[in-house]
């Protein structure tokens, strides 16, 4: 693919889906789409079409995986074999394992685990379209569907991802940008509070451009985290503007 | 001393209700002298204290709760009783018989099988132990007859209502018991099937729209309205 004189980036400054360096995909997010789940959310960003879905709290087992002081939090992130150009065997891969543990520890932060010992939270993320920063995608997700499920958090997780295509630091990389790309830095933010919980980097980054990366995507973190708002309020308002 | 949002607004976890010396009452939590909201849901201000009515929770025993369960194992001694909270509670066996009883001769699932439904009573929990519950009072017990509704526990206060406005008027209306369980589990028992279902129906409207204000007045309307369609109902099959 890359052996292609493709440009990723135009002479006008643009990408291959026309947009700007800093510029997010279209963002589609839903909440409660699931009955059976406890929480549940349905997040599109550009291709990427994600579900994640929440159970619990609840008694765990095996009872001795529980824990006296806190609550157990378990994470899967599971691609559909469809999700992708060519067929995934849907057997949890080295790297979905290592992304459910990633999501994991990306949302643990959030929550008071503190609040009920003994107990466990399942999070389930089920990747049906893949188009890039997907662990990001997911974590927007993941955090939606537990503030849904009436989980206690100290903030909403929203993450976004930055990199570097074609010597341009960019926002929000798609599949083509991650693969063809010099560098990838996924960020978990919790806006409130200003905190990190996720940071990686994939690729070379001088200091300089790895801080710009950082930057830009907290910045794309805080324009999701509106829409994030919006999506939850949006479950519980319609009922209130009919009646008004 | 500022405040950030206006009584009733719905918050979302994480958003920054008050600055300054304030308490941080249910749903809510403290980081120096900020107080934010930890759950979806509508912001209320009482002199000091900033909390949040939650719109999605789920129960949390507490001593003291009704509470309506179902058995899901029968063990030597007592039962293990599913309470729709993330802890099993606990019925004994003694508490039930109230006489002594040796698991050689009695047998438990005389008295309370799996799948049985009990209204029962929390005596004693912690984050230690899971709940125990009691039976030993009047009108908690085995159920035997009734429906069930489920709803989410957080508004089981908006169904009893301002010092128990909605509830007694549904039991007006309808003629029907209710027994409202802590834990969000509802059970009626009425006359008639249609009455109970009218209950049902008005606690699964109270449910959708516990957020809104008048409710009271507006469920009493529909309860009314949907009489008079059934009696209109009736007496065309009558004739």
């Known amino acids: 693919m890359s052996q292609k004189t493709e440009k990723l980036i135009d002479k006008k400054g643009l990408r291959l889906d026309g947009r700007k360096p800093d510029e997010l995909r279209p963002i589609k997010i839903e909440v409660g789409v699931l009955s059976n789940a406890d929480g549940s959310a349905y997040i599109e960003q550009g291709k990427n079409k994600i579900l994640a879905a929440v159970y619990g709290p609840k008694e765990l087992h095996p009872k001795h995986m529980a824990l006296p002081d806190r609550m157990v939090l378990r994470c899967r992130y599971h691609m559909a074999p469809f999700s992708v150009q060519e067929r995934k065997s849907p057997a949890p891969s080295r790297r979905e394992i290592e992304l459910s543990k990633v999501i994991r520890e990306a949302i643990e932060p959030a929550i008071f685990v503190e609040y009920y010992p003994r107990t466990a939270i399942d999070v389930f993320v089920e990747v049906l379209q893949a188009d890039g920063s997907t662990r990001c995608t997911s974590i927007t997700a993941a955090s939606l569907a537990l503030a849904d499920a009436g989980v206690p958090m100290r903030d909403l997780v929203v993450a976004c991802s930055a990199g570097k295509v074609e010597d341009t630091i960019v926002l929000d990389l798609m599949d083509a940008e991650d693969k063809v790309g010099s560098a990838d830095v996924p960020v978990a933010y919790m806006p409130n509070l200003g905190v990190i919980t996720l940071l990686q980097m994939d690729g070379i980054l001088t200091p300089e451009e790895f801080e710009k990366a950082v930057n830009l995507a907290i910045e794309g973190c805080k324009k999701i985290y509106a829409l994030q708002k919006e999506a939850l309020k949006a479950k519980y308002v319609s009922v209130k503007e009919v009646e008004e | ?239």
């Open chain 2, 1 to 239: 001393m500022p405040t950030f949002f206006e009584r009733r607004q719905i918050a979302t976890p994480g958003d920054l209700l008050a600055d300054g010396d304030y308490i941080a009452g249910e749903n809510t939590y403290k980081e120096g002298s900020k107080i934010y909201a930890a759950r979806i849901g509508l912001v209320e201000y009482e002199d000091k204290k900033v909390s949040v009515v939650a719109l999605r929770a789920f129960y949390i025993p507490r001593v003291g709760d009704t509470v309506i369960g179902t058995v899901v194992e029968v063990g030597f001694s007592g039962w293990t009783v599913d309470i729709n909270a993330p802890y099993l509670a606990i019925l004994r066996a003694s508490d039930v018989l109230n006489r002594p009883f040796k698991p050689q001769r009695n047998d438990l699932t005389e008295v309370l099988d799996v799948g049985d439904l009990v209204v029962a009573k929390i005596v004693s929990y912690d984050r230690t132990h899971n709940p125990q519950l009691s039976v030993n009072e009047p009108g908690l017990g085995k159920i035997t007859r009734g429906q069930i509704v489920k709803i989410t526990p957080t508004k089981i206060p908006r169904v009893i209502g301002k010092k128990g406005s909605m509830i007694s008027m549904i039991k007006q209306e309808t003629g029907c018991h209710i027994i409202l369980g802590h834990n969000g589990i509802i059970l009626i028992t009425g006359k008639s099937l249609e009455n109970e279902e009218l209950a049902m129906m008005a606690i699964h409207k109270i449910e959708e729209e516990s957020h809104t204000t008048g409710l009271t007045d507006r469920i009493l309307q529909l309860i009314r309205k949907e009489k008079e369609k059934r009696e209109v109902v009736e007496n065309e099959s009558k004739n």
